[in-house]
């Protein structure tokens, strides 16, 4: 059993890297009648997620990073309850209709549901997950066992096996446990990640400044799931130690200011525990700080600091300096490499 498992991953891999070289001979250049879509249709979950993949189609048309002559669309799900696939469809087919009238039955159309804010994957929950990188191997010149995407480290930054990193900075003296996430980040000064840890940072757009968040927990903690009452807020856990021992070591009190939105359903997700900051750098350290804390159960009150949720960092969020940040990563990586 264990032979064929492997000889179907190997098939699948290959006939996925057979795809993926076919896609790369079409990324800038006109495609013909039949070599692709005629309509690429992406479906978005609110309009900022919608703003963020209209920038980033922007974008790589004019890196050339897709195939030409093909109609790109985005079509934001309408507001209020959450419509599933089967509604954003039938939202986006009259969305084309409206477009194209009758002409588009003639057409061959690619429908991407990317709305929704990814409960499994997080990084994904701001800029979207249509755009969100997904490697296939880990770079040849690492040799140890980790995956960086789309990001600048200092060569004396040490990553532990089986840490990703996407679109972030690392300094000198940052030392990543193994097995982590990292996500939209600015670690300059001395830190320390714990093994397993997972570090996503948000741009956020306040009363009309810019501040920013950092989410900051285990990778296996289990986001989604949520009790009634703050009686029952021990049942959850936060890098595997009960959420009320955080609590405790944060000095926060257990009172329904303690989480946003909905009160019926208490959650890591809805737990306003992460510090806003004037810098993406203080951000992620102030929250490295706390997840530290609890690692090592010691003393760190984040009663001085103005708190979010991960649920509150998404109605803020501020794509456009998001988008911003990542350009800037890819200009300074383009820039590298021409000089090399």
């Known amino acids: 059993m264990a032979s064929a498992r492997v000889s179907v991953d190997v098939t699948l891999r290959e006939a996925i890297q057979r795809k993926l070289r076919r896609f790369s001979k079409l990324r800038g250049k006109p495609v013909a009648a039949g070599e692709f879509w ?29 195939p030409l002559g093909v109609q790109y669309h985005v079509f934001v799900d309408p507001a209020g309850a959450k419509i599933g696939n089967g509604g954003s469809t039938l939202c986006a087919l009259r969305c084309l ?59 004396r930054c040490s990553v532990g096996a089986g840490s990703v990193i996407e679109y972030s900075r690392l300094g000198p003296d940052v030392f990543v446990g193994e097995n982590c996430f990292i996500s939209n ?23 009309g400044h810019l501040e ?52 019926a359903h208490l959650s890591l997700w809805s737990a306003r525990i992460f510090p806003v900051c004037s810098s993406l750098s203080e951000s992620v350290i102030t929250s490295l700080k706390m997840l530290n804390a609890v690692k090592n159960n010691s003393p760190f009150s984040l009663n001085s600091y103005k708190l979010f ?32």
């Open 97 to 155: 209709e409206k477009l194209y009238g009758d002409k588009w039955n003639s057409f061959t159309i690619l429908l991407i549901h990317s709305g929704g804010y990814s409960q499994r994957l997080p990084s994904a929950s701001a800029l979207g997950k249509i755009f969100t990188a997904l490697p296939l191997d880990i770079p040849p010149c690492s040799g140890k066992g980790y995956c960086i995407i789309q990001s600048i480290l200092d060569l």
């Open 185 to 207: 980040s600015y670690i300059i000064t001395k830190a320390v990640l714990p093994a397993y840890s997972f570090v996503c940072s948000l741009s956020l757009k306040i009363n």
């Open 212 to 263: 920013y968040s950092t989410m900051a927990f285990g990778v296996q903690d289990n986001l989604k799931n949520n009790v009634k009452t703050l009686l029952d807020i021990k049942l959850l856990q936060f890098f595997g130690v009960s959420f009320l021992s955080c609590l405790d070591i944060w000095n926060l009190e257990i009172t329904e200011e303690l989480f946003s939105g909905n009160k």
């Open 309 to 340: 949720s991960i649920e509150e960092m998404l109605a803020y969020k501020d794509v456009e300096d998001m988008v911003a940040y990542r350009e800037q990563i890819f200009l300074d990586i383009s820039l590298k490499s021409s000089l090399i």
């Open 38 to 66: 005629d309509i690429v249709a992406i479906t978005a979950a609110d309009e900022k997620q919608e703003l963020a993949y209209r920038q980033q189609l922007s974008k790589k048309l004019k890196r050339k990073e897709l």
